[in-house]
């Protein structure tokens, strides 16, 4: 074989097997082709992301359903389960009590069916939850379980403390029966019998609440930009402080408890006041602020000798100061100073000489 035909041999050779390896794809490709190829991997990225997202929201979802329905079930359980105890106390109430008669030869009780003497609840009544009934006991201020007492015994207690207790609407509810404003004028000294006290504590409430809803009318009927101010919020708040420092004096005039030698200052501050005489009001309540008591400055004491007039320093409480005796006591006595700077610019007084400094 000579050197021609063995070179056209391997030619052809290699031909043939570049023709059979070469790849289906072309070499090169276009920019707008690796584009969308890069936006179809993108794309399915997005969607993967998409699947997993899902997936973990409707697990979480499942979770969340599942420990509703327990918390559901437990709560209902535990409900049933007090129930249980609850009556099983009371059954266990009753054969003692069966017991306790029977021992000292004393007649049965007939079964409570109407609910009068508190045993069972009445056709109407509303069964109220221990919790709820607590936290009603303890903002009227009345002791939440009394010696002996039951649970029926404690709701009728409720309804009756309610059914007593009708709150006047006002900036403080108060049981108070309010008198009308032409009704407000105090007399001047405290009356000695019982009616005439109750009648002056209810003059005393009424025209603190008609001072304390003229004031929180004049706070609403400002302009939006002085109510955002930091002035108008400091006046804001200095009124609802005032407000909430009251209702220790608005408890103890339901209750008949003022001090004399609170009540009368406090009859002779309001005097003034509903005379216009606010000079003579700020007066009566530095009186019982500070009091006329001798306050010892410097040096009291020097040497064995006592100086002249020192026994006047602790000769009697009658002058002391009762805005320190306790701090409700301070807080109230100075909401009343407040008062009577708002009310004289609401009812300004016709001597300019009677406005307060």
């Not at 920019?31 to 993108?42: M, T, V």
């Not at 209810?202 to 930009?225: G, H, I, K, N």
């Not at 409480?317 to 409700?328: N, P, Q, R, T, Y």
Request: hydrophobic share 35%.
């Amino acid at each position: 074989m000579d050197f021609k035909a063995l070179m056209s041999k391997e030619i052809s050779k290699k031909l043939s097997v570049s023709s059979q390896s070469s790849p289906s794809k072309p070499q090169y490709l276009k920019r707008s082709e690796k584009e969308s190829q890069r936006q179809a991997e993108y794309l399915a990225s997005q969607e993967a992301i998409q699947r997993e997202r899902e997936l973990k929201i409707s697990q979480k979802r499942k979770l969340e359903e599942e420990e509703a329905e327990s918390n559901r079930i437990r709560d209902e359980k535990r409900r049933r389960l007090a129930d249980e105890s609850r009556k099983r106390r009371e059954e266990e109430d009753e054969l003692k009590e069966l017991a306790r008669r029977k021992r000292l030869g004393l007649p049965e009780l007939p079964p409570a069916e109407s609910g009068a003497d508190g045993s069972k609840l009445a056709e109407g009544d509303e069964d109220i939850p221990e919790d709820e009934l607590n936290a009603k006991f303890r903002a009227l201020g009345e002791p939440v379980q009394l010696f002996g007492e039951g649970p029926k015994h404690r709701i009728r207690r409720y309804q009756r403390l309610m059914s007593k207790l009708a709150l006047s609407t006002g900036p403080i509810p108060t049981s108070l029966v309010l008198v009308p404003e032409e009704e407000m004028k105090v007399p001047l000294s405290v009356p000695s019998d019982e009616a005439g006290r109750k009648y002056l504590f209810r003059q005393l409430a009424s025209y603190f609440t008609l001072v304390l809803s003229e004031w929180a009318l004049a706070m609403d009927q400002r302009p939006e930009s002085v109510k955002e101010s930091f002035q108008g919020k400091a006046a804001f708040n200095t009124m609802v402080q005032t407000r909430e420092n009251m209702r220790p004096l608005f408890r103890r005039f339901e209750h008949g408890e003022v001090e004399e030698g609170i009540l009368e200052p406090i009859l002779g501050i309001v005097k003034a006041a509903q005379e216009r005489r606010y000079v003579d009001a700020n007066d009566g309540y530095l009186t019982l602020s500070i009091g006329k008591a001798a306050w010892p400055i410097g040096v009291t004491m020097v040497g064995i000798h006592e100086r002249s007039a020192r026994e006047k320093l602790h000769e009697s409480d009658k002058g002391a100061a009762h805005i320190m005796s306790d701090e409700v006591t301070r807080k109230f006595l100075q909401s009343i100073k407040r008062c009577l700077s708002f009310a004289q610019t609401r009812w300004p007084p016709a001597d300019h000489l009677q406005l307060m400094g």
